[in-house]
């Protein structure tokens, strides 16, 4: 059977869900092989075979974190050299689609960015897109060369499949062309406990609705009463009522959750473009009129400051 390559996000060896998500659809079109960049690959590579890596390919080099991301570049080349593989996977975080961009054109492939899902072709694999908002869902596989694609976070259930997970040193050579972008500094984001926006399984939203700052706690109740992440429409960021990182829409980040609330947003367009392919929608809005109902799957109208609160509580009840 065909290998696959999947590039493995991680922080130290903790390997990130959306990984295990990527092993789950390699498995649709060929044998997964990851590839472990940095440290912690004895810690990560037991992960990567409880979900189907049949080898994990690691490589370890000062020159990772000091630089931008074209040394990575350079070890994902020489593990698709050492396997000549049917395709790549590379998570679609704002670094895996750089690198994947650069990969396809070292290696003359075709390049897909943020799939949404993957099955097998008689021509190689197809993978499917959410498009122009959200209001088209187009299917493509790529025509030339080997197909590298990059795969939204929350595509797949991950599943576990055991296999080896049989850890290979990669041999490695770091160009002087790849040390063009040097890291100067690092400062750590104080971490709200609270999952990645991106990567979260829910998203709990607030919007203009919310009404100021002071009220964004009604939003982070209900999210930590899901463990899910905090995410704003543009209004109430551009009202500073919340970090512009938590902005979802098209000109913020887009996110794919299995469940995606939104309190006090209306549904524009530009807002939808960044959630529209979350799995299951709910909004929770006073105007009955408001165009989120049109997408949602659950909608409850009512005043927000009277319906989240309660169903805060009902849920840490329903949970013990
Ligand atoms: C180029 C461009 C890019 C854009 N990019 C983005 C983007 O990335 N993300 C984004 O979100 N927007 C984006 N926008 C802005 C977008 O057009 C909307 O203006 C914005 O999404 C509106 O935010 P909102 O729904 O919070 O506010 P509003 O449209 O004002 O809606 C507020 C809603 O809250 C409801 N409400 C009020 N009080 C309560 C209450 N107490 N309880 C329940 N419901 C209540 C109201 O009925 C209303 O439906 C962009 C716009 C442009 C032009």
Redesign the pocket.
Known sequence: MAEVLVYVDHVDGAVRKPTLELLTLARRIGEPVAVHLGPGAEQAAAVLGEHGAVKVLTADAPEFAEYLVAPKVDALQAAYEAVSPAAVLVPSSAEGKEIAARLAIRIGGGIITDAVDLEAGAEGPVATQSVFAASFTTKSRVSKGTPVITVKPNSAAPEAAPAAGTVEQLAVTIGEKSKGTKVVSRTPRESTGRPELTEAAIVVSG???V?GAENFPVIEALADSLGAAVGA????VDAGWYPHTH??????KSVSPQLYIA?????????R??MQTSKTIVA????AE?P?FELVDYGVV????D?VPQLTEEIKTRKG
């Open positions: 919007g203009r609705g009404g429409s543009r209004a109430a902005q979802v829409g098209q000109t913020g309190a006090g947003i209306s549904g524009a367009i530009q807002h473009a960044g929770i809005n006073k105007d408001a989120i009512g005043d927000l400051f319906v």
